[in-house]
């Protein structure tokens, strides 16, 4: 199986952001921006006016993660700005998660869920059949550079299971700490997609081309 790889955008060098994507884009299947509240996080990073720019300099698909307590006042935003996929963490969409899912995929847009480490899978059954990419946290949300949760590999070993007996054709994401430490570990409990930041990508050299080729030979032999 060939592991999708995206770059996580507030990793990157902010201030040579059309640089750095003419390069990623060789590397990468899709792009991963983070959107940040400062309240269901603490902290804020990009925001839907960068995602307009980005959608101007690459045509690569863009999965928008939303870390805020109400991803509804995003979204018409979102559809806008052309995103490709629009994530949703499950712990902030109860009582609201069919119309949103609804609004999304009328325009198109595949509909992504986010899992927090102490969120349980079984939170998202009631729509699950409805998703296209489910991004599991392996750290807590919100920071680079944190340590790999271990435990996180059981629930992606069970998402990956339930994949299979459900005959769902959901993407299987891990966002966090995804580097050449962790790469043979998520790769056979089931991921699909390596979301890389700092640890897998962006610190491995000062050049971004040389980052990115050390990035998919360490990809290439995880085992």
Do not use: W
């Not at 299947?29 to 960068?50: E, Q, T």
């Not at 299987?172 to 699909?192: F, P, V």
């Amino acid at each position: 199986m060939n592991i999708k790889i995206a770059p996580s955008l507030m990793c990157m060098d902010l201030l040579n952001v059309k640089k750095q994507i003419e390069i990623l884009d060789n590397y990468c299947d899709y792009y991963h921006a983070d959107i940040m509240d400062g309240h269901f996080v603490k902290n804020i990073c990009l925001s839907i006016d960068f995602i307009k720019q980005l959608r101007t300099i690459t045509t690569k698909p863009i999965d928008c993660h939303l870390m805020t307590t109400n991803p509804e006042n995003y979204i018409d935003e979102l559809i806008k700005a052309k995103v490709d996929y629009i994530s949703l963490h499950v712990e902030t969409i109860n009582g609201q998660a069919f119309r949103l899912i609804d609004k999304i995929k009328s325009a198109n847009l595949g509909f992504g869920i986010v899992l927090n480490p102490e969120t349980n899978f079984s939170c998202s059954l009631a729509y699950l059949s409805l998703v296209d990419l489910i991004t599991i946290m392996t750290v807590d949300p919100g920071f680079a550079g944190q340590k790999f949760i271990e435990n996180s590999v059981f629930k992606i070993k069970e998402i990956k299971e339930y994949k299979k007996n459900k005959k769902f054709s959901y993407k299987i994401a891990i966002d966090g700490s995804c580097n050449k430490k962790t790469y043979s570990t998520l790769k056979n409990a089931g991921a699909e997609c390596f979301i890389v930041g700092s640890s897998g990508l962006f610190s491995l050299d000062d050049d971004l081309e040389v980052a990115c080729n050390k990035m998919m030979n360490d990809v290439k032999n995880a085992v």
